[in-house]
């Protein structure tokens, strides 16, 4: 189990700050904690443990410069915390100085970053077990810039889906890309609730499930943080890889297991709605209920 979570990354495709990457760390330097504690009790000698996991195993991407800096200092610190937590519980912990290598964050546009070079899913001794995670930027179809519809042009490969779809749609596809057929690897992302509505679900997941499946997902939730002009939107979390464990729907206050689970995220086989360029009877429908008041 320990030679386990020091092979583990984790690597957030558009970390900001580092806020996951630094939660993430410390919640594998306590599970680590818990284990060396766990040996120590039932072992009939003291042994002296250190800890395995390392500040390379996390990757980032951030497209802001400063973000990109204090993403790695934040990590120095994080560990500097853990040190001393470490200490607190078995008496001793490794020094700070000289500072070692912080996480692996890269500065740059993360649709346009090979994810596989940024982070290499196998090393010297083989598959790595990679877990990616982030909350991308969210921007409706109509609000991106021409760079941005650039970038989805890149993901989707030219094709003209990606005109009507929201920009965090990019991170996703990306991600399944970079899973391929790796039964090591997973994706979670918090996103907009509007990529698992409309015809948005036939654009993205029909891509995306080709050879993943929905692993988990949180259904929609009010979005909620301490910025005093919260977004006013709804999201949600969706999870995608390979597993042959059962699949969890998350709502606010319970569990449900499920053996499928939709784009729609419900218990459910996957299907897609598609467009017709012929209608099915009468008159062709030109614009629907879409909100279009002033523009």
Same mark, same amino acid.
């Given at each position: 189990?320990?030679?386990?979570?020091?092979?583990?990354?984790?690597?957030?495709?558009?970390?900001?700050?580092?806020?996951?990457?630094?939660?993430?760390?410390?919640?594998?330097?306590?599970?680590?904690?818990?284990?060396? %504690?766990?040996?120590?009790?039932?072992? !009939? +000698?003291?042994? $002296?443990?250190?800890?395995?996991?390392?500040? *390379?195993? @996390?990757? #980032?991407?951030?497209?802001?410069?400063?973000?990109?800096?204090?993403?790695?200092?934040?990590?120095?610190?994080?560990?500097?915390?853990?040190?001393?937590?470490?200490?607190?519980?078995?008496?001793?912990?490794?020094?700070?100085?000289?500072?070692?290598?912080?996480?692996?964050?890269?500065?740059?546009?993360?649709?346009?970053?090979?994810?596989? %070079?940024?982070?290499?899913?196998?090393? !010297? +001794?083989?598959? $790595?077990?990679?877990?990616?995670?982030?909350? *991308?930027? @969210?921007? #409706?179809?109509?609000?991106?810039?021409?760079?941005?519809?650039?970038?989805?042009?890149?993901?989707?490969?030219?094709?003209?889906?990606?005109?009507?779809?929201?920009?965090?749609?990019?991170?996703?596809?990306?991600?399944?890309?970079?899973?391929?057929?790796?039964?090591?690897?997973?994706?979670?992302?918090?996103?907009?609730?509007?990529?698992?509505?409309?015809?948005?679900?036939?654009?993205?997941?029909?891509?995306?499930?080709?050879?993943?499946?929905?692993?988990?997902?949180?259904?929609?939730?009010?979005?909620?943080?301490?910025?005093?002009?919260?977004?006013?939107?709804?999201?949600?979390?969706?999870?995608?890889?390979?597993?042959?464990?059962?699949?969890?729907?998350?709502?606010?206050?319970?569990?449900?297991?499920?053996?499928?689970?939709?784009?729609?995220?419900?218990?459910?086989?996957?299907?897609?709605?598609?467009?017709?360029?012929?209608?099915?009877?009468?008159?062709?429908?030109?614009?629907?209920?879409?909100?279009?008041?002033?523009?």
């Amino acid at each position: 189990l320990l030679m386990r979570i020091q092979r583990i990354r984790v690597f957030d495709s558009a970390c900001g700050s580092g806020n996951f990457l630094i939660i993430a760390y410390k919640e594998l330097r306590k599970f680590e904690m818990a284990v060396l %504690k766990a040996l120590d009790d039932l072992g !009939e +000698q003291s042994v $002296m443990f250190m800890s395995g996991i390392r500040l *390379p195993q @996390f990757f #980032g991407i951030e497209i802001d410069d400063f973000a990109h800096e204090i993403a790695l200092l934040s990590l120095w610190l994080a560990e500097n915390q853990m040190n001393k937590l470490f200490e607190a519980e078995f008496g001793y912990s490794e020094p700070m100085l000289p500072l070692k290598d912080s996480g692996n964050i890269f500065h740059g546009n993360a649709l346009r970053l090979d994810w596989e %070079k940024v982070c290499p899913k196998q090393d !010297e +001794q083989g598959d $790595m077990e990679v877990y990616v995670c982030g909350n *991308p930027p @969210f921007l #409706g179809a109509r609000v991106q810039t021409p760079n941005q519809k650039e970038d989805l042009a890149l993901v989707f490969e030219g094709h003209k889906d990606y005109k009507d779809c929201d920009y965090v749609s990019g991170w996703l596809i990306k991600g399944a890309h970079y899973i391929g057929k790796n039964e090591n690897i997973a994706c979670s992302f918090v996103a907009t609730n509007s990529i698992c509505q409309g015809e948005q679900v036939g654009y993205i997941w029909s891509r995306i499930l080709r050879n993943n499946e929905i692993l988990f997902a949180h259904q929609s939730f009010k979005w909620s943080n301490s910025a005093q002009d919260k977004a006013a939107v709804i999201c949600v979390i969706v999870g995608f890889g390979h597993s042959k464990e059962r699949k969890r729907i998350f709502t606010v206050d319970k569990i449900n297991y499920a053996q499928y689970i939709s784009p729609y995220l419900i218990e459910s086989k996957s299907s897609f709605a598609s467009p017709r360029k012929v209608p099915f009877f009468g008159t062709k429908m030109l614009m629907g209920s879409m909100p279009r008041d002033g523009g």
